[in-house]
């Protein structure tokens, strides 16, 4: 069992930073591409940035360019760094891992329990 542990949501300022993490741990024997999905009160969840375990990255168009995410494959961990933050970014945000139990099984997707981020003034 893989757990999904997120840290640093927060109550911010619009114009201010937060730096997610999200660490893995457990009986952990591959984790591939790993993300973080956020989702707002009435709205879908929505999947905001994702990385590869080489490194390459995907936004939303609502997040590019304010927010960064990176990882390290060696302690099974990723960020979000948030910057420029809006109103509009306040949500629960979740972070979200390719798992797979073995070499003969197929991936499953772990989630963290999410953390609240609140932008407001």
């Known amino acids: 069992q893989v757990q999904l542990v997120e840290s640093g949501g927060g109550l911010v300022q619009p114009g201010g930073s937060l730096r997610l993490s999200c660490a893995a741990s457990g009986s952990i024997f591959s984790i591939y591409g790993m993300g973080w999905y956020r989702q707002a009160p009435g709205k879908q969840r929505e999947l905001i940035a994702a990385i590869t375990t080489g490194g390459s990255t995907t936004y939303a168009d609502s997040v590019k360019g304010r927010f960064t995410i990176s990882r390290d494959n060696a302690k099974n961990t990723i960020w979000l760094q948030m910057n420029s933050l809006k109103p509009e970014d306040t949500a629960v945000y979740y972070c979200?891992?390719?798992?797979?139990?073995?070499?003969?099984?197929?991936?499953?997707?772990?989630w963290g329990q999410g953390t609240q981020v609140t932008v407001s003034s």
């Open positions: 979200t891992a390719k798992i797979a139990n073995s070499d003969y099984e197929p991936l499953y997707d772990g």
